[in-house]
Each structure stands twice: as structure tokens, then as C-alpha cells.
Nanobody
Framework: QVQLVESGGGLVQAGDSLRLSCAAS????????MGWLRQDPGKEPDFVAG????????TYADSVKGRFTIYRDTAKNTVYLQMNTLKPEDTAVYYC????????????????WGQGTQVTVSS
């Protein structure tokens, strides 16, 4: 099983940028599809972005397209989420997760999650 540790969250103002990082270790993390999901308290988690294990394919939720970019450094076993033009509705706990399946925007296919990092965007 892969161990995932997120970092980079914080409190920012609307329009600001943040970059989240997810350091992966354990069983062949470079061969997993990786993704970012987010969750507000009391709500179901939402898919945000995913990337193939080769890094050449990505998929995004409509709400973040054009603002967020997911990319990975396979040599460092790290996945990043660059978030630009942040909005108050982006406020959530962001989780890095991996999937043994093909790249998808189906959050239920991301089986192993990190502990999460809080992102708060003030208006």
C-alpha cells in the first residue's frame, strides 16, 4: 500500500494561488494513477483532478478547469496541484489519493487517501 502525505495548504485570499504537494512512498507509487479530491465538512468528497502514472494524461472537474493544474515528478514520487485564481468555494480539505485503475474522474476509484490538508480561501 502507498503512503501519501499532503502539504501546502493554508489561508489565502480570493484570487491568490497555492501549490499542494503529495509525497508518496510504499508499493510502486509511480505506477498508480494519482488524484486530488476535496471535502467540505458534512458533505461527500468531490473529485478535483487526476493524472496518469506516466503523467501524460490528466482530467479535471469542471469547477477547476483552467485554474488548477495537476502534475507529477515521478523521480521524486510527488504529485502537485497548482491552484490559481482561488475562490471561496474552493475552501475544503484537500486529499491526495491513488488508484489502481485507469485514469478517471470517479472519486470512488481512488482507494488510498492521505490525511488531507486544509485550504481556506477568504473573500
Amino acid at each position: 500500500q502507498v503512503q501519501l502525505v499532503e502539504s501546502g495548504g493554508g489561508l489565502v485570499q480570493a484570487g491568490d494561488s497555492l501549490r499542494l504537494s503529495c509525497a508518496a512512498s510504499g508499493a510502486t507509487p509511480s505506477h498508480f494513477v494519482m488524484g486530488w479530491l476535496r471535502q467540505d465538512p458534512g458533505k461527500e468528497p468531490d473529485f478535483v483532478a487526476g493524472i496518469s502514472w506516466t503523467g501524460d494524461r490528466t482530467t479535471y472537474a469542471d469547477s477547476v478547469k483552467g485554474r488548477f493544474t495537476i502534475y507529477r515528478d515521478t523521480a521524486k514520487n510527488t504529485v502537485y496541484l497548482q491552484m490559481n485564481t482561488l475562490k471561496p468555494e474552493d475552501t475544503a480539505v484537500y486529499y491526495c489519493a491513488d488508484s489502481p485503475y485507469a485514469l478517471s474522474d470517479d472519486r470512488t476509484l481512488y482507494l488510498y487517501w492521505g490525511q488531507g490538508t486544509q485550504v481556506t480561501v477568504s473573500s
